[in-house]
């Protein structure tokens, strides 16, 4: 009963946010276009973006002024779950969207103390105002890791940022603070999921169960390629939560000589089918063949969500997701790649 109460509104409301979500045509006329002022036209004209982009109608359409209005849009389908959501659930899904403000915050970091580019950080930082007392604003004035404390200062990140404040200080490098924020966000996920009711914590489970273990493949496999480091000191950067990937399996990928070796592995177990395509191919990009993946298992938990947080969890990846698709498609316009070169690198075309 009180799956029931909880979740009639909020999952007919989700239901009719997804019946507005784009459709296979829509993609096909995207892919057919050539500038991002068509991208622009055709949804605005077109799609459930529509209103989201009145404002912009008339105007000379930059990529990145799309971009930020697209994810505008996603904040507000967020704040209508967190609206209606309270309880276990509802802390639940303010956690998972820690996500976000952790890639404004690599972002930050990158722009600030690496690329000196403030023009494209005031562009771009959207997340990390949401619902946690930081001023966007106040985040372009940051010049140093110094400032950076100071900012965070009051929020869940600043004791990670000031874990590796000395080791930044040493050598510029970004890939520990970056996989410790990440760490540290699944630990709050997993602490959160533990409260909710029996139901919603399965669904939890497969979902960011399935996206861990991808997650660790892929911080493995990124490891290996990109960083000399031992096994055990890569097993100190994956995630210490297992699903479907066995620990030893985990432990065995982290010990071949070359990334490659690492689809060879992956035959014996669950996750096979799902890099098939990088075995036979291996210039396919990692992070979107996963993506695939869990959106596939999004698609299969709206269908199967019924008073329960199915529903919500499918929404949330489907649309984020899709935002990135359309993304993806506007940065393919504009460097003038194909529609067939473009269509390599769209999620929800993997499998």
Do not use: C
């Amino acid at each position: 009963m009180l799956g029931i109460v909880q979740y009639s509104g909020i999952n007919a409301r989700v239901k009719a946010l997804l019946g507005k979500t784009l459709e296979e045509e829509d993609y096909r006329n995207l892919l057919a276009l050539d500038s991002v002022q068509d991208i622009f036209d055709y949804l605005y004209e077109n799609t459930y973006y529509h209103q989201s982009l009145a404002d912009l109608a008339g105007k000379e359409m930059h990529r990145r002024e799309l971009e930020r209005t697209l994810k505008k849009k996603f904040i507000d389908d967020y704040e209508i779950i967190f609206h209606y959501l309270s309880g276990p659930a509802g802390k639940f899904l303010r956690g998972l969207f820690d996500k976000f403000k952790i890639d404004d915050l690599k972002m930050l970091l990158r722009t600030i103390l690496i690329e000196h580019d403030l023009d494209y950080l005031k562009e771009n930082l959207l997340y990390l105002g949401v619902h946690n007392g930081i001023n966007i604003d106040e985040l372009t004035a940051i010049r140093d890791y110094s400032d950076l404390l100071s900012a965070f200062k009051n929020t869940i990140f600043h004791d990670t940022l000031e874990r590796f404040e000395d080791r930044y200080q040493d050598n510029k490098n970004l890939f520990p603070v970056e996989m410790t924020l990440d760490f540290q966000y699944f630990l709050r996920l997993k602490k959160l999921a533990d409260k909710l009711n029996k139901k919603d914590f399965q669904i939890v489970k497969d979902l960011l169960g399935t996206q861990v273990d991808l997650l660790n493949i892929n911080w493995v496999y990124r490891i290996k390629r990109f960083y000399d480091l031992s096994s055990e000191e890569i097993l100190n950067y994956t995630l210490p939560f297992h699903y479907r990937l066995k620990e030893e399996d985990l432990r065995s990928l982290a010990r071949v000589d070359d990334a490659d070796e690492i689809f060879d592995l992956l035959s014996g177990t669950t996750y096979d089918k799902v890099f098939t395509a990088l075995k036979r191919d291996r210039s396919i990009v990692f992070e979107k063949y996963f993506l695939s993946y869990l959106l596939k298992k999004a698609r299969r938990w709206v269908v199967k969500g019924n008073f329960n947080i199915g529903t919500i969890m499918g929404f949330l990846f489907i649309k984020e997701y899709e935002i990135r698709d359309i993304i993806t498609i506007v940065e393919g316009v504009r460097y003038s790649l194909s529609a067939d070169e473009i269509h390599d690198y769209i999620i929800r075309y993997w499998i």
